[in-house]
């Protein structure tokens, strides 16, 4: 299995760590978490990470504005939403926008792995 750099951007610090040790223990390296979608397109430009996973819903910006932002900056850039059940309209919007995938709260390891692995499969 591939071993990817990825980038993990919630408001909660319980899901980020969460999201954070899952990724550990499927072999990857998390090189930065974000609290913040301005801060997920700062540090995105800086780390350069294969993947980020991203939360739809947190305080300053929404994870699909940060998402635009990313892509701005990075148009191959991969991303897998983060949602809720009953965001469905949101996660639609965000698949629009650039998103290449989601994985619905709370979050399964095996989904994860699985959705990690179709996102890095196609170019």
Same mark, same amino acid.
């Given at each position: 299995? +591939? ?17 954070? +040790?899952?990724? &550990?223990?499927?072999? &990857?390296?998390? !090189? ?6 301005? $801060?997920?397109?700062? $540090? ?7 993947? !980020? ?18 892509? $701005? &900056?990075?148009?191959? +850039? ?6 809720? &059940? ?12 650039? +998103? ?16 990690? $692995? ?6």
């Amino acid at each position: 299995m +591939a071993i990817y750099n990825i980038m993990v951007v919630d408001d909660s610090l319980l899901t980020s760590k969460k999201i954070t +040790a899952m990724l &550990h223990e499927q072999g &990857h390296r998390v !090189v930065q978490v974000c609290k913040t979608g301005a $801060e997920a397109i700062d $540090e995105y430009r800086f780390h350069r990470p294969n993947l !980020v996973t991203m939360d739809i819903t947190m305080p300053d910006m929404d994870g699909i504005a940060a998402t635009i932002g990313i892509l $701005e &900056h990075d148009p191959k +850039a991969k991303v897998i939403m983060v949602t809720s &059940h009953g965001q469905e309209q949101m996660v639609v919007r965000a698949l629009d926008a650039g +998103a290449r995938g989601y994985v619905l709260k709370p979050v399964n390891p095996v989904k994860l792995k699985e959705m990690i $692995e179709q996102v890095m499969r196609r170019p």
